[in-house]
């Protein structure tokens, strides 16, 4: 039997390093900005001054998977939306958890001036700071940091230097890279999330980190939005809608069925609506949604061994049109 183990882990900070220095010698193809803080950190703006866009969201969308995955525009099965994110990567549970997941909190200040953003990409790996690394049994070492940051506002010092002290890598050697949810590489690099929407899933319904073996998943590529919420909602509904998931587990069919079946969104209470109209509902409180309307909209399952692949859910054009402005 085949074994899954973090043992031979590569660093997702070395790995991702080649793209982000792309991303930073592509500036002006890209269509990004990059600028230096007074402490040597280097800022690519991808969406707030700088116009960004699509490819510059593509390549953003690989470094957050730690340079694990392949992230590409493909054709969608939809009538009014006929373009999609596709992802794919090998590593599925290092690239999407261990670096691609929104999971570390930097925040500093307070009122209008106060900073908050939610880090991903490899630096989180970095600090380990989660306890999703204990699990992982994952703590990646580098002298190089690269950070995501779904914000429209550059981090202050004091979080630079927060940064520093729980990585271990001076502010000179930091990469934040700037992506308002309302810009097009903000749009693509989050429906770009949809694998790891479906490893969180797997991962919320105790299924075995160790058994996934492979992934790929694909969204509608959501039109942007001006306004923060309803960017928000679009991204989300792209994944939640009609993001779709394959993974290939290890274990039985049992296992892999039972998994299939309880991962898709429409297993929700709260589904059945856009996203921004569920949030506004509950008062923008994220932890009064339903956790398991979190997850791709239709999931298949591949068990390895007995090569069954088992599906369920159910992709919601309709409501898509919706949400995305039709």
């Not at 043992?7 to 930073?24: I, Y």
């Not at 994944?239 to 290890?250: A, P, S």
């Not at 923008?284 to 859910?313: M, Q």
Request: overall charge negative; some cysteine.
């Amino acid at each position: 039997m085949l074994e899954m183990t973090s043992n031979h882990w590569p660093s997702v900070n070395a790995t991702a390093h080649p793209l982000v220095e792309r991303l930073v010698r592509d500036a002006r193809v890209l269509r990004v900005g990059v600028s230096r803080a007074a402490n040597g950190a280097t800022f690519v703006d991808a969406g707030v001054k700088a116009p960004g866009g699509i490819e510059a969201g593509k390549l953003i969308a690989e470094i957050c998977l730690g340079g694990l995955g392949n992230v590409s525009i493909g054709y969608a099965p939809y009538e009014r939306w006929a373009w999609q994110v596709v992802v794919g990567t090998s590593n599925p549970v290092l690239a999407c958890l261990g670096s691609q997941y929104a999971g570390w909190s930097l925040s500093h200040g307070d009122g209008k001036e106060a900073f908050f953003a939610l880090g991903s990409g490899p630096g989180r790996a970095l600090a380990a700071r989660e306890e999703l690394f204990k699990e992982l049994q994952y703590k990646d070492e580098h002298d190089h940091c690269v950070l995501v940051l779904e914000t429209d506002k550059t981090p202050p010092p004091e979080v630079m230097d927060k940064v520093a002290r729980d990585t271990g890598v001076p502010t000179d050697r930091q990469t934040y890279i700037l992506t308002p949810t309302r810009s097009l590489a903000g749009a693509t690099q989050v429906v770009s999330r949809v694998l790891e929407v479906g490893l969180h899933k797997a991962h919320t319904l105790g299924f075995p980190l160790e058994n996934i073996l492979d992934g790929m998943g694909a969204a509608p590529l959501c039109p942007p939005a001006p306004q923060f919420m309803d960017a928000m909602g679009r991204t989300n509904d792209a994944i939640l809608l009609c993001g779709e998931v394959n993974l290939v587990v290890l274990g039985s069919d049992a296992d892999a069925r039972d998994l299939a079946e309880k991962m898709p969104s429409c297993t929700s209470r709260d589904y059945g609506k856009p996203f921004a109209e569920i949030f506004k509902a509950v008062h923008y409180d994220f932890y009064k949604i339903d956790p398991a309307l979190f997850a791709p909209a239709v999931v298949s399952v591949t068990a390895y061994e007995s090569g069954h692949t088992y599906r369920a859910g159910k992709a919601n054009p309709d409501l898509l049109d919706t949400s995305f402005g039709v």
